[in-house]
């Protein structure tokens, strides 16, 4: 405790306590409204069978069927595969490249942003329309370079085949991932102590010893939030399917965000679809908490 | 510290204007016209203000629904309405949602698919009403297409069919042509349609495309499959789904040996909007989901479209409908219930604006009464449309479970036609899954 606090009066403590909780206030309005609150009624919904004209009690009904019900299985399982398949894959490289341009002049450097964030701020629709139009069976991008060189006789459709579907969508899912992975090692790596990095070097310490010793330490904590980040959004990868092949063919893209948007809002079965949102709220929390400890709560200590 | 009392204060007041604002209602494209909405015309009359929500049925941006609206207020100046236009991609959610929130509009101008679902979910008030003396000027189809059995829940605007459309120079240049008809009602036979497929196919060009990517147009491929054997997609009595007849089992075989031999081709990532863009930009020879406003959509003067109804095995096609029409929700305040009534009778019966918006819908009148004014005389094309209505299909749009069967179609379409699976196996799971929720 610094000396300043300690001689604070209480009087005064407790004051600028109350001032600060005021300020918290509005947020904290805001979160339980537009957080705590839909997601109690979410909680509260998923026992009931709620749809378009009325609701009952139904217990835990909606959660025993929901791991019955096949498509929920084969949409979880997507799931899990893009976020397995996205985390590391958008940490490792946004880690690569940021370790490669934090070092370049500031035009440079600022080149590479602007290249690898383009994708996150162009809306999901154009960016969506662009990769359809590359992926499209018959007038795509692809498909002409591939028949052009003689590899397919006709057009393929990579996102009609259940074998390449959810590949396509976690290639865009990893463009439109790296941007502020990117971005963030950049601001981290640049506020690793220079000092340390020089004693290191001048005490005979190679590259990688400087980086998995000096450097990796420090950026831990944007390691994991990249990585929490990521899982988050790889989990809830909505609009993509929604917008690129409707979850299909035959569900081989369903994700559970997706399937839950169709329940709801296309066959209008609330209560079972707010069973999904629980199932994988539970799901990110178990991935989250499995992260923070396993990254030991973005400390090497 | 005064200055920071001051800021304090400045903050507190920012925030409570931050808060007013998100208590005021905003809608995107949401356009207030006519009416008197202060109640200032001193006129003694209660005003009444009224929501329309409106799919683009009358086109996109014509402006169209402002005229009526300003029309409409001429007559009834006590009345103001609120436009708000939806498109048909994210219309159906926002709907849900407002529908959900008790937010939902007055006034809605859909169709039955979605219209007689929120009327069996107790959304909407009964039009029952509105159809006592109207009902003998609509033949049977259209009273029943407005009704779920018990109570009207939409009132008809216009109707038409759903067709195919044709490339006919690409049929002409694959010697295609010659199973064409094109005299009478352009009726072709199951056959026809093969070798015409298979001819385009040959000659290089992709004859057609069974999309199945989603649910956007999937009437055009139920419609394909129905007809080819004569299939019928529910019972006489439309309690159930019954799709896995021998017919629609031997259609379902036959477009899949179509498909494993290059003569149709099908697109798990494509719905009808794609297919139909494929159609005008010359990639594929046929388009399944061809109708009125789609006639209109994808026109295109570097080839000719030819309209043809779908092929069948006997001769006699059996086409989908497309009704337009509106629906009052009951969101509890009778007044605006029943301004609600008298705006969609203005816009449907109105001596002036009924025809108007009958062919500013692009479809067939749906009363004699209107019928008998012949609003497209000469134009062929709507003669031609005119005459299949004696094609028209039972009406299941409107059928327990609708939404349900929808989705395993296209997802059945995708097991067989892509992946290559037993016919039979899939039609029954679609027609299991689909009765299912019938049943609840």
Redesign the interface.
């Known amino acids: 405790m610094s000396k300043t606090s300690m001689s604070q009066s209480p009087v005064l403590r407790r004051r600028e306590t109350v001032v600060s909780y005021l300020f918290l206030l509005?947020a904290l309005f805001f979160f339980v409204c537009f957080v705590v609150t839909p997601m109690a009624m979410g909680v509260v919904t998923s026992l009931t069978d709620s749809?378009?004209?009325?609701s009952s009690f139904v217990g835990l009904r909606n959660y025993v069927e929901l791991f019955q019900d096949p498509v929920f299985q084969k949409s979880m399982l997507n799931t899990v595969i893009i976020v397995v398949v996205s985390v590391p894959t958008v940490t490792v490289f946004s880690l690569w490249v940021g370790s490669a341009i934090y070092e370049m002049r500031a035009a440079a450097r600022s080149f590479f942003r602007c290249v690898f964030y383009l994708p996150v701020v162009t809306g999901s629709v154009a960016v969506v329309v662009v990769w359809r139009w590359m992926?499209h069976?018959?007038?795509g991008l692809f498909n002409h370079l591939l028949t052009g060189a003689g590899i397919l006789d006709r057009g393929f459709?990579f996102?009609?085949?259940?074998r390449t579907?959810l590949a396509c969508v976690i290639l865009i899912l990893f463009t439109t991932s790296i941007g502020q992975p990117i971005v963030l090692y950049v601001a981290a790596l640049g506020n690793v102590d220079s000092s340390m990095v020089e004693a290191a070097s001048v005490d005979g310490a190679s590259r990688m010893q400087i980086f998995w010793r000096i450097k990796w330490p420090a950026i831990m904590p944007t390691t994991l939030y990249v990585v929490v980040i990521t899982t988050i959004n790889s989990f809830q990868c909505f609009a993509l399917i929604q917008l690129?092949?409707?979850g299909?063919?035959?569900?081989a893209t369903s994700t559970v965000m997706y399937y839950l948007y169709?329940t709801?809002?296309?066959?209008?079965q609330?209560g079972y679809a707010d069973a999904m949102g629980v199932v994988l709220a539970i799901v990110i929390a178990l991935f989250s908490a499995l992260q923070f400890k396993v990254m030991n709560g973005g400390t090497t200590e | 510290m005064k200055l920071k009392k001051a800021l304090a204060i400045l903050l507190a007041l920012a925030?409570a204007a931050a808060l007013a604002a998100c208590s005021v209602e905003q809608s995107p494209n949401n356009s207030q016209t006519g009416g008197d909405p202060a109640g200032e015309s001193g006129s003694g009359t209660q005003q009444v203000s009224i929501e329309w929500w409106a799919f683009p049925t009358f086109g996109n941006a014509t402006g169209y629904e402002e005229e009526i609206i300003a029309a409409f207020n001429e007559v009834h100046p006590e009345i103001e309405v609120n436009l708000t236009t939806i498109d048909f991609t994210s219309g159906?959610?926002t709907l849900?949602?407002a529908?959900?929130a008790d937010t939902a509009p007055d006034v809605l101008f859909d169709a039955p698919g979605r219209i007689i679902?929120?009327g069996?979910?107790?959304?909407l008030a009964s039009l029952n009403d509105m159809f006592e003396t109207a009902s003998a000027d609509m033949s049977e189809a259209v009273l029943s297409a407005c009704s779920d059995g018990t109570d009207y829940w939409m009132y008809p605007l216009s109707s038409a069919p759903f067709y195919m459309g044709i490339n006919l120079e690409m049929f002409q240049a694959a010697g295609a042509d010659q199973y064409l008809n094109l005299e009478g009602d352009r009726i072709w036979t199951t056959e026809d349609f093969r070798n015409a497929c298979q001819a385009l196919a040959e000659a290089g060009y992709?004859p057609g495309i069974v999309y199945?990517?989603?649910?956007g147009g999937d009437q055009g491929t139920r419609a394909l499959v129905s007809n080819l054997y004569g299939a019928q997609i529910a019972n006489e009595d439309m309690t159930a789904y019954t799709m896995n007849s021998p017919e629609g089992i031997q259609a379902m075989t036959l477009l899949q040996e179509m498909v494993n031999a290059g003569y149709l081709?099908?697109?798990?990532?494509?719905?009808a909007a794609q297919e139909l863009e494929?159609f005008q930009t010359e990639?594929c020879a046929m388009t399944f989901c061809w109708g009125t406003s789609n006639a209109i959509s994808y026109h295109s003067d570097d080839f000719t479209q030819v309209s043809v109804p779908f092929p069948s095995d006997d001769g006699v096609p059996e086409l989908e409908t497309l009704y337009n029409g509106f629906c009052v929700f009951d969101n509890g305040d009778q007044a605006k219930i029943d301004a609600a009534k008298t705006f969609i009778e203005f816009i449907c019966t109105d001596d002036e604006w009924g025809p108007k918006s009958v062919l500013q819908s692009g479809a067939l009148p749906v009363t004699g009464t209107f019928e008998a004014l012949d609003l497209y005389a000469g134009n062929e094309e709507m003669e031609l449309l005119s005459s299949w209505t004696q094609y028209y299909a039972p009406y299941y749009n409107t059928m327990d479970g609708f939404?349900?069967m929808?989705?395993e179609w296209?997802?059945m379409l995708?097991?067989v036609l892509?992946?290559g699976s037993d016919p039979q196996t899939e039609l029954d799971t679609y027609v299991n899954n689909s009765n299912a929720?019938i049943t609840g």
């Open positions: 509005p749809h378009m004209g009325g992926f069976t018959y007038n459709s996102l009609g085949d259940p579907a690129l092949t409707s299909g063919p035959d569900y169709e709801a809002f296309q066959q209008y609330y | 925030m159906p959610q849900t949602a529908i959900e679902e929120y069996k979910a107790g959304e992709v199945c990517g989603g649910q081709d099908v697109a798990t990532d494509m719905q494929m990639n939404t349900t929808r989705t296209w997802n995708q097991r892509a992946n929720a």
